[in-house]
């Protein structure tokens, strides 16, 4: 005997049928650590004079930051470079300019205080300070944003079946699409120059982290 062949309409019923819903989860979070970039920017009227001099600003400057023991020291730039101007159509050599930078991570309620601590030991450029949380809470907040977008799916998923008198029967595939820690907060740019009036104020913020989760759930 010949075997049956499963109608279209069986062989339709019997597919398995899937809901796919996407959820989306934050948690906000305060920043506790400054990233900042500072340097040291001399003139001279020889390359030898600029760069001694920036090499020797640069040396306090990284020992006083040592002696503060900030994170992630290291060096980010060594520039250095011929300065002109045009007298009567003729570019003529004035001088030199020797930069030299690095970067650095402390907390932030300190880090006030040592930018102008910076400029007093012989730093005359504030490239710029970022802020972000430390480690520990950003892995939280993932944890807190995956579990909120799980939540949102799920919520998704039921108010789309229960409208359509359907049931949920299992969750058959799921998918973290994005649980991204936040970006560092930057800061404008300061001049060093304005830190020597008071201790300079360096405020944080919040920062948001965002989990984006999939699933696929069977009805």
């Known amino acids: 005997m010949a075997p049956m062949m499963t109608p279209p309409a069986i062989a339709q019923e019997a597919a398995m049928r899937v809901l796919t819903v996407t959820g989306q989860g934050?948690?906000?979070?305060?920043?506790?650590?400054?990233?900042?970039?500072?340097?040291?920017?001399?003139?001279?009227?020889?390359?030898?004079?600029?760069?001694?001099?920036?090499?020797?600003?640069?040396?306090?400057?990284?020992?006083?930051l040592r002696d503060r023991?900030?994170?992630?020291?290291?060096?980010?730039?060594?520039q250095l470079n011929p300065q002109y101007r045009n007298f009567d159509n003729q570019r003529a050599l004035t001088g030199y300019t020797a930069t030299n930078t690095v970067s650095f991570e402390m907390p932030i309620d300190a880090v006030g205080a040592l930018l102008d601590d910076a400029v007093t030991a012989g730093a005359t450029r504030i490239q710029g300070v970022s802020f972000r949380a430390s480690d520990a809470a950003i892995e939280a907040a993932r944890n807190v944003a995956l579990q909120r977008a799980v939540a949102d799916a799920q919520t998704q998923a039921q108010v789309v079946l229960g409208t359509l008198d359907f049931n949920a029967e299992e969750i058959v595939s799921i998918q973290i699409n994005g649980a991204a820690p936040p970006m560092p907060i930057p800061q404008p740019r300061l001049a060093a120059a304005d830190s020597l009036a008071a201790s300079t104020p360096v405020i944080g913020g919040e920062q948001t982290i965002n989990a984006t989760v999939t699933l696929q759930i069977r009805y």
Do not use: F, H, P, Y
């Open 26 to 64: 934050e948690d906000r979070i305060e920043t506790s650590i400054a990233q900042v970039s500072l340097g040291v920017e001399v003139e001279a009227d020889t390359a030898e004079a600029a760069q001694a001099e920036a090499a020797q600003r640069s040396t306090a400057v990284v020992a006083l």
């Open 69 to 78: 023991n900030v994170g992630q020291l290291q060096t980010t730039g060594i």
